[in-house]
């Protein structure tokens, strides 16, 4: 009877321990995160296109016959140098009403070389007042007074300062010449063969645009030439009205897939107040900002790059060399509390986490896991606490 009774409880037990191993739920494969210490970096990007920020056009001075310019685009040219010559039109000077007009325009030409001169005394000043302020800067980052940011704001305005001087020399160099060339009119005027009027290029820079080049009839204001100066170049960003609200002058930027090996740097210089619409590729309306960026990278790293050339820009919006942090598919919500699978002996625990800042492969923990904590990178709805989890 005894035996009888150990083989019946042999037999429970089996068949006990065959329906348990039925019943019990295999170990769900998933892929293993680990939250770490390490650099964080919140950031988005956009596509862009380079633009220089001034265009200088040499327009004739006066209606004659421009002889034929040798010059082509991309030749490099110095402030000053001759860069096209006009033979003024004596048929024209003869009547009295073009004379009066001409003199009329040469009072104006004196006049806005004294206004560009001024410009120009202004511009000088401002440059020097934002490199002294930039050298104060400097020191004070140094001695830790003051913030990163405060620094790349005034090194933007001490770099805007010195494009401003450059452009208000240019166009009083620009108004010297038409007052010149209208004095050199009058004064030919009633003489035998006048003299070609001689026209300089306004910049150090490179022929962007050649609108004439065979000796051909010119009317007064006609362009002859465009320059710029390859240096001068910033960038040109459409950011989504959402996104641009975050940004700030003197804000980092990193400029990619521009062609080079290496990403360059930049920071913002300017968010233009006003948004417009714009179709996605998508065919969706977006409501989009216009962003402008300057170069922080040397000139020799992206000297290649020319006007209007297709850049990427990663606008970074906060960074910091040690954060602890999660991947960021780790993460779920439920009942509006971030939660993520933490894994313990085998098994998923969902634990509440508190997030901060948020990228798109990462996202900063501030409360609920540690560094070399595991967790379920990709939770599904086979997931839940307590449930056995492998790695495949």
Not at 107 to 127: K, N, T
Not at 201 to 224: C, F, M, Q, T
């Amino acid at each position: 009877l005894n035996g009888k009774r150990i083989v019946w409880a042999i037999a429970g037990a089996a068949v006990v321990l065959v329906l348990f191993l039925a019943l019990r739920r295999a170990p769900v494969p998933v892929e293993i995160g680990t939250v770490v210490v390490a650099p964080f970096t919140q950031s988005f990007e956009e596509q862009g296109k380079t633009a220089l920020n001034h265009r200088y056009v040499l327009a004739a001075p006066i209606a004659g016959t421009l002889r034929r310019i040798d010059l082509e685009q991309g030749d490099p040219v110095r402030a000053g140098d001759v860069v096209a010559e006009v033979e003024p039109s004596r048929a024209a000077l003869l009547d009295p009403a073009t004379r009066m007009r001409i003199l009329a325009e040469s009072e104006a030409a004196a006049a806005e070389v004294r206004a560009a001169a001024g410009r120009s005394a202004a511009a000088e000043s401002a440059s020097a007042l934002a490199r002294a302020d930039l050298g104060r800067t400097q020191g004070m980052r140094e001695s830790g007074a003051i913030s990163a940011a405060a620094l790349d704001a005034a090194r933007s305005r001490a770099d805007q300062a010195e494009a401003n001087l450059r452009a208000a020399r240019a166009d009083r160099q620009a108004a010297l010449q038409r007052r010149d060339a209208l004095a050199a009119v009058l004064d030919s005027q009633g003489k035998s063969g006048g003299s070609a009027i001689l026209l300089r290029a306004p910049i150090d820079g490179v022929v962007l645009h050649r609108h004439k080049e065979s000796a051909v009839p010119v009317n007064a204001g006609d362009p002859l030439l465009e320059f710029g100066d390859p240096r001068d170049l910033n960038i040109e960003v459409d950011t989504l009205s959402q996104d641009a609200v975050s940004l700030t002058p003197g804000m980092a930027a990193r400029v990619l897939r521009w062609g080079g090996d290496d990403a360059l740097e930049a920071r913002v210089t300017r968010i233009e107040p006003g948004g417009f619409t714009k179709i996605s590729a998508l065919g969706v309306e977006e409501q989009r900002t216009r962003v402008r960026l300057d170069f922080v990278s040397p000139y020799e790293q992206w000297r290649r790059l020319g006007d209007g050339y297709r850049v990427e820009v990663e606008f970074v919006l906060w960074h910091a060399e040690k954060v602890l942090q999660v991947p960021s598919s780790a993460l779920f919500r439920d009942n509006g509390q971030w939660f993520a699978y933490r894994v313990e002996d085998g098994r998923a625990r969902k634990v509440a986490v508190d997030v901060g800042h948020r990228a798109a492969a990462a996202t900063e923990v501030r409360a609920g896991l540690e560094a070399s904590d595991s967790v379920v990178a990709h939770p599904d709805d086979r997931i839940d606490d307590g449930v056995r989890v492998t790695t495949p």
